[in-house]
């Protein structure tokens, strides 16, 4: 996703709504809000979504979630010189969570003005220091090599991959389908389990369990629904069972079954989407790729038990954060677009009456280096991430602040982060949360035996 | 001369071995390489001459079948067409391959922009024509294989418009495409020099401008082109033996760690623009130069080297130690395959253009000529047998099957404006577009592999299914249904020739298949095209072209279609 495309459509976005002024934004946010109200009966009492919200790239920590206490921020301010935020530009989004931090305070960038609310509100969680590790990791282990670590290290790709699937690229299955493995027998489609909104990601392929892929409008209709194909009907129907049939060549068999399972899934899901159309969720902002994936899955939610679900697991992504470039100017511009859709997101959920059935959270790369490169940061592996939903235990900020700076016990060079909560854990308390057992647990998570059971909750849900 | 004889000569037998990782192929060919230096007709002996004695008789030369022509030319080209394959046929593969190597670029992506007009100011912060000249030269220029290698390269070697911080982005963008099209018979080390030089890249992975370390704020070199280089363009993660596989196998050995990313990051700082003048693009189209001020002249390590003083020696010495590094042979030779051939080369197969890559015969390594040469002659590539493996091939690329539509039925654009633009969407377009990837991992990964899948299963990759799911697999047919009915704008097919046959279902089909598909589609899906074909009177109104485009749209929708073989 280009960063321009998001700059342009969001300028155009805001030009337009001033236009418009409030009145004409209201009104029917007003009518629509009665319609989601409708729709949250169509939501099984037992259901529970799991969002996944990835931001790909390696999101920058530091700017994310800058220090704010004074001693901390100084140190911040040492470090990145030239891109970090000014410290009288965060007041206004400092933190102030229910428990201590010893003497640390956090602030979230400016451009999530928009999530202070939820925060403060008891809705949404900090996880510090979260990353990619095989086991508990000391910084003395890391530089002896005394513990496994996982592979390719601050590599793009591979990280992606071993955030989503324990393995790095070319991994066969992701915790989020893993988790869909357990659950899709309960669910009137099975296809509906695994839900992507932004093309193909391992995170929701599990064993079993296969992704879907929705488009932000919907699920697409084949030569819009057409009866005929130049004239003739027959040709029609030839299409379709040539799109679908089958071949001796695996890859020619592969693409059949995803037009199979294409055309199979449209007609049930085009139609339960019917009753819940796009113009009932006026809160999403426009011109924001990832509102838009957000407000599918919203909808989706909506008609879930018309589509007999239970339990879905969805995916969302937001590209454009792999900043060496740039940063002080572009990282505003992208976090801002996140929180922007994860608010209209949480506000969609409460105004359906499903905030407590809906646990949304963050996910990256990595995070990046503390020090500059003049106008940008590097590749790094740690990483606050953010959860936001009615069941969470809000408004707190979990694990241990990292020390600040190069050199540090939490550093292994240039700030990069070594994380001191794994994926691993921050995935099982998620997974707990939606009903994994503790039994299932190292089946979903294949490392997670290498923790104390007493540490796989971080306790944010 | 060499011949062969496509008939009469030993298969090679794929051999499965499970054992490897999830994400390499398991294919190996054990049977010998078939000496492949020549190929079909074009010289065939003449006879006895007065006295002399008679020469022995030379093999006999069994010139391609229109099905291998057009085989090739979907591996060699953006797409067949009636008269390439009836060229190819006439002309034989080796002179094919020395005619296409000869053959100079028509024009420059830069040159038709600017003689097309989008050098006028109010283009300065767009991209308006970039579209335009990367369809009509993969569509229409007679250097076929010259653009399919510079988009094989281009899909390795990664820069997307998007990702530019610059104004003239499609000026910006068309130098750089320049360079990988200029050099697509050049030399690999050449290509390595001048993409590093190029502004384009040089904004896309944030080297522009990037400043050597300051002690006083602490701020490090940005690492991003050091560490994408490496990873990405020339060695990869791990070590990797002369046949692609991994030294070690399942205890593999890191190329590089993060001290030599560091390292290497050092020397490419202070490499600026050429000069300030943003009025026009030409700036875009010039070398980068060093900027003294900002460059680390100090001693940098990396992949056991060193280098001091900086400046453009430095560049040579970190270029020259990466392209001597034996990894580079397997790693872009196995891309390169996988971009025109087949997504699971067998290691043999890699190998063998490996070692072409490394030395081309007479001691030069990185010679492109000689590893297109051995990618599009090699055994592997050839054997008409691998069509029917059921592993073997690749899935077609979006791009590739507009391109080859637009090829087959002589697409123009009587305004040159072609009209085709960004295909990027998934769900409306074909979700891939020359020059648009959206980070330097391009649309699709070559280690990508369907999770959970057959392909997955069976230890394969598949690079392009990871623009393939539910929502692009009908976006596809619903875009390149709208194509084949109307055309784009004023980019419209010419379907005379075609119409031709379209009385006769069998003669449309087959036709459509040879041409198209390469004579892929099975005889199930060929009877099931021609009943749908007749279920259209070629007496109705406007019968034979909805004849014709049933034939077209259904082979194009075809799985059988979809996947080259």
Redesign the interface.
């Known amino acids: 996703m280009s960063c321009f495309e998001h700059d342009q459509s969001r300028r155009a976005f805001l030009k337009r709504s001033a236009a418009l002024g409030m009145a004409g934004v209201a009104a029917p946010f007003v009518t629509s809000l009665a319609a989601i109200g409708e729709a949250a009966a169509a939501v099984s009492s037992d259901y529970k979504a799991l969002v996944c919200v990835f931001l790909y790239g390696g999101n920058d920590y530091a700017n994310t979630l800058p220090p704010y206490d004074a001693a901390s921020y100084a140190l911040y301010q040492a470090a990145r010189s030239n891109i970090a935020l000014p410290r009288d530009a965060l007041t206004a989004t400092a933190l102030n969570p229910a428990n201590s931090l010893g003497g640390r305070q956090y602030a979230l960038a400016p451009a999530m003005a928009s999530l202070l609310p939820v925060f403060d509100a008891g809705r949404m969680a900090v996880v510090l220091n979260v990353g990619t590790l095989v086991m508990p990791t000391t910084k003395a282990q890391y530089q002896s090599n005394a513990v496994r670590l996982p592979p390719k290290l601050f590599s793009h790709n591979d990280q992606q991959s071993y955030f989503q699937a324990s393995n790095p690229e070319g991994a066969t299955s992701g915790w989020g389908g893993r988790i869909g493995d357990l659950f899709q027998s309960g669910n009137g489609s099975a296809t509906l389990t695994c839900v992507n909104a932004s093309g193909n990601a391992v995170y929701l392929t599990g064993r079993s369990a296969v992704q879907y892929a929705v488009g932000t409008g919907g699920p697409i209709a084949l030569l819009n629904n057409a009866a005929s194909l130049y004239s003739s009907s027959a040709a029609m129907a030839t299409l379709k069972a040539l799109m679908t049939g089958s071949s001796a060549n695996i890859l020619a068999n592969e693409h059949a079954r995803v037009s199979q399972r294409s055309l199979d899934t449209y007609t049930q899901l085009s139609a339960a989407l019917a009753g819940a159309p796009a113009a009932n969720f006026p809160s999403f902002p426009s011109g924001n790729s990832l509102a838009d994936q957000l407000k599918i899955v919203a909808r989706m939610i909506s008609v879930s038990a018309t589509l007999g679900a239970r339990r879905q697991v969805f995916f969302v992504s937001l590209g454009g954060f792999d900043m060496h470039d740039n940063l002080a100017t572009d990282h505003p511009r992208q976090i801002g677009l996140v929180a922007d859709a994860l608010k209209a997101f949480y506000d969609t959920t409460g105004a359906m009456g499903v905030a407590d059935k809906v646990m949304t959270f963050t996910a990256s790369d990595f995070g990046r280096t503390l020090t500059s490169n003049s106008d940008g940061a590097d590749h790094g592996w740690g990483s606050m991430h953010f959860v936001i939903g009615g069941a969470v235990r809000g408004r707190t900020i979990y694990g241990t602040p990292p020390a600040i700076g190069s050199n540090t016990p939490d550093d292994v060079g240039q700030g990069r982060l070594l994380p001191t909560i794994a994926v691993d854990q921050y995935a099982a308390t998620l997974a707990n949360w939606f009903g994994v057992s503790g039994g299932d647990m190292a089946t979903v998570l294949p490392n997670i035996g290498n923790y104390a059971p007493s540490s796989w909750n971080i306790g944010f849900v | 001369m060499d011949t062969i004889d496509f008939d009469g000569r030993a298969t090679p037998e794929p051999e499965r071995s499970g054992a490897t990782?999830?994400?390499l192929p398991t294919v190996t060919v054990v049977g010998s390489a078939l000496a492949l230096a020549a190929c079909g007709g074009g010289s065939d002996g003449g006879g006895a001459t007065g006295g002399s004695p008679p020469p022995p008789a030379p093999p006999p030369v069994i010139p391609l079948s229109d099905i291998q022509a057009s085989r090739f030319l979907g591996q060699a080209t953006m797409g067949a067409t009636r008269s390439t394959i009836n060229a190819l046929v006439a002309r034989g593969i080796t002179g094919w391959l020395n005619d296409q190597f000869a053959m100079p670029r028509a024009t420059t992506h830069w040159d038709w922009l600017v003689a097309n007009g989008y050098s006028a100011a109010t283009n300065i912060n767009n991209e308006a024509g970039f579209d335009a000249t990367m369809w009509r030269q993969m569509i229409v220029e007679p250097d076929q294989l010259r653009q399919r290698v510079g988009m094989a390269l281009l899909d390795m070697l990664v820069v997307?418009i998007?990702?530019l911080?610059l104004n003239w982005k499609q000026f910006a963008m068309a130098a750089y495409v320049d360079v990988l099209l200029d050099n697509a018979f050049g030399n690999f080390r050449d290509i390595l020099d001048k993409i590093t030089t190029n502004a384009a890249m040089a904004s896309f992975?944030?080297f522009l401008g990037?400043?050597k370390a300051?002690a006083t704020?602490?701020?490090?070199?940005?690492?991003?082109y050091a560490?994408e280089l490496m990873?990405l363009f020339t060695l990869g993660?791990y070590r990797l033996n002369t046949d692609g596989t991994l030294v070690g196998g399942a205890t593999p050995t890191e190329t590089y760690n993060?001290l030599d990313?560091?390292g290497l990051a050092r020397v490419f700082t202070g490499l600026v623009l050429a000069n300030n003048t943003s009025t026009t693009p030409d700036r875009y189209r010039l070398p980068l130069v060093i900027n003294a001020a900002t460059n680390e002249t100090g001693p940098s390590s990396f992949l056991n080297t060193s280098t001091t003083g900086g400046g453009m020696a430095a560049i040579k010495t970190a270029l020259d130690t990466i392209f001597a590094h034996p990894n580079v042979p397997p790693f872009v030779s196995k891309q390169l395959i996988q971009r025109m051939v087949t997504?699971n080369p067998s290691p043999g197969y890699v190998g063998r253009v490996a070692s072409a890559f490394a030395d081309n015969g007479v001691g030069v390594r990185g010679d492109m000529k000689a590893v297109i040469r051995a990618i599009l002659t090699d055994s592997e590539a050839r054997a008409d047998s691998m069509m029917?493996d059921?592993?073997?091939?690749?899935?077609r690329e979006p791009v590739m099957r507009l391109t080859g539509w637009a090829r087959a039925f002589n697409v123009t654009s009587p305004a040159n404006t072609w009209p085709i633009g960004d295909t990027s969407s998934?769900?409306?377009r074909l979700g891939q577009s020359m020059g648009r990837a959206?980070?330097v991992?391009n649309f699709f990964?070559p280690?990508?592999?369907?999770?959970?899948?057959?392909?997955?299963?069976?230890g394969?990759?598949?690079p392009e299914?990871?623009?393939?799911?539910?929502?692009?697999?009908?976006?596809y047919?619903?875009f390149i249904?709208a194509l084949v009915n109307n055309g784009s704008g004023d980019a419209k097919p010419d379907y005379t020739e075609i119409l031709t046959k379209a009385a006769d279902s069998a003669a449309l089909v087959d036709e459509v298949n040879v041409v198209l598909a390469a004579g892929q589609l099975?005889t199930?899906?060929l009877s099931?095209?021609r009943?749908?074909?007749d279920?259209?009177s070629a007496t109705?109104t406007?019968g034979p072209t909805?004849?014709a485009?049933?034939a077209i749209?259904?082979t194009l929708?075809?799985?059988?279609y979809?996947?080259v073989?």
Request: proline share 7%; glycine share 8%; net charge positive.
């Open positions: 990782g999830p994400a997307g998007g990702g911080n992975l944030t990037n400043r300051n704020t602490g701020a490090q070199p940005d690492e991003n560490r990873q993660l993060q990313v560091t997504s029917a059921a592993t073997f091939g690749k899935l998934p769900s409306t959206p980070s991992f990964r280690g990508y592999t369907p999770p959970s899948t057959a392909i997955s299963n069976a394969l990759v598949a299914f990871q623009i393939t799911n539910e929502q692009s697999v009908v976006g047919v619903n249904n099975s199930a899906t099931s095209i009943a749908a074909v279920s259209v109705a406007n909805n004849r485009k049933i749209l259904l929708a075809s799985p059988d979809l996947t073989k």
